[in-house]
DNA sequence: AATGAATGAGCGTTCATTCAT
DNA sequence: GATGAATGAACGCTCATTCAT
């Protein structure tokens, strides 16, 4: 299945992708149908398993290509503060604009995330958004710019914190990438018993 | 389906929503046929649609039982507390508790707040314990004991904590749940700027 | 199954033949299950299988009823007149009254009539009411009251002439079955060409 | 469903009506399953629902063209002649050799007349051909050549005769279809009173 | 590259019937 | 007589995948 494609070729699994990642997100990856799929495109079932060896491939495909992709804007964005307090901000902002923009993909990972099958297969990737993640919380803890603690448990609860108030607020309100941002910043900074205020929460 | 049962119909109903939530959270919800159901405990397939008007219907069941149950765990732990932080926290410790004495019923809710289906069907239960978190931390912040803020935000940022450490440790590592409420307890007093210490943190 | 009923046994069984016509007139006898007419009359299943084989049994038992009370309904009805062509005038005006009394039997016939497997059992209560027809028939050709021809013929033409404007007027549009019979009568004694008039007709 | 089909495909669709139709014929409906067709033609199950959205749409498609056959087959017989009488006894005779040449597609209409489900769905198709009748009886009315009355009654009449005679003669005797249709025709011109005549009866 | 056609195991569900109590 | 529970073959239908053209 690793074809060399033209250019052609390459829009067209680009389409296939894009086209898929919407239906499944829409409907759920079990319930759509790769019947459904092509339909939709238009196109013949041939066309499908010239690109991908299997519905469960294409599935793959989607997910990891939008892991790479969320990460590189994680990195991007974090990379050039010298403060790892204000670098895990920037991860959290971004991750935030990333989800925000691709909503359905972020309906994706929920779906894979809970699934006995594709969960594991998602191990790496989120392996690796970890391992960033805890790297700045552990130069934050040498650094004394916050108290010392288990660097993963710390980076779990941030991520849980981030990845939820997407969830409410992004896929299922709506409201902009900045305030969910600045919510879920304000929160991991300083939990329940720390003074809330700066710039303040325009959530709602 | 409102059948009047008899004890050994009840007693059926039982074996076979324990077996279903088992199988189903071992290999998926769409994977697992009824076949392998009703095969699994021995039975004809007469059997299952006897207790049940679907396989859809069993699972609902079994989501809205569980609910409930979890619910009723976190309002027993949680009532007796004169200081809403401390019901909080309670809340959480009950959460953990449950979660880890129901591992299949917490990976079913994964599965199900994921699914495109189902996702919307679990919103009232969902409700029913947000707006409990919520009522506490309001009462906080009004005592003055939690800085002001906009409390549907907080609350869900101590689900987001406590369910992503519930995941990630007790489904997934099988830490002692004590610890991991400590953890998420922690975390959401203070964040990551507070002072870490207390009991400390035990996991890994 | 031939069993000794009690006078309460023996009213059960009416009840489920009563009921079950009704069902199966209105949603047609495959798609009536027989745990919808036991659920319907609110007793077990049990009791359907002590009073009946089989499901077809019921309908054989039903249909065999009804043939019979028709039969008895059009000979008392034929009996009296003199005129052979009176006789079967009066038949034909039975047959509605009768259809008309019992709407759901009519449909039960059309059904099994129509039918692969219970046309054929049908058989031996339709011959005897051909040849209660034929016979008037008969006896109106060797009186010269009606020209010669093949009697079979002309009966099963009287038949359907009778049985089709049941079906529409009574069956559809539930005009008076006296109406009905008039119409049959007209038209079977004088076709086409014949004369017009009389009571005239006045359906619709 | 509405499959562009290549050559190949319309011939498979013919087989598959065709095949379904003798089988719904001597079995009935629902007592033939769509795994008996399959297997009858050696082909696998996918290949029916590539055709056909399901199995009740089959049989909807079959009567549907069955019925706009047999409305061809009258209207051009009828067409011709300019007494209406003449028209009607055309189409009687038109329908006595359709009926004869599809005695499958007679038994079908039989049971999806008497069906309480597809019963209904044949409406729009008999009040064509209703319609097409009740034309020329008004017709002849009109022109004297038969005596004033309901055209909508005498038009059933005419259509129960028919109807019935086929039944009898053609569906379960198989007699020649022109000399059912030549009874219908004597019975329908004048009834039991007028001469009987002419070409005389040559049934059984 | 692409199509329409075909495969067939497997799905969720139904239902006439039987049985232990 | 009557019940709720159980059976299991059969049903209509789906769908990922393959194939001939």
Known sequence: MDRRLTQRGK?????LMDFAATRFAESGYHPTSVAEIVEGMGVGKGVFYWYFASKEELLL????????????????????STDPVDRLESGIRATMYWLAEHRDLMSLFEFAQADEHFGPLLRPGRDNSM????????????????????????????IGVTNHLARVFILGREEPAEDVAQAA???????LLGQRGGTGCRLR
């Open 11 to 15: 829009e067209r699994k680009r389409q």
């Open 61 to 80: 495909e989607i997910l990891r290509e939008a892991q790479l992709d969320m990460r590189r804007r994680q990195q991007s964005e974090m990379g050039d």
């Open 131 to 158: 391992s960033d993640v805890m790297r700045h919380v552990q130069e934050a803890m040498v650094a004394g710019r916050v108290p010392n603690g288990d660097p993963f448990v710390v980076s779990h609860a941030i």
């Open 185 to 191: 910043i304000m929160f991991c900074r300083s939990g």
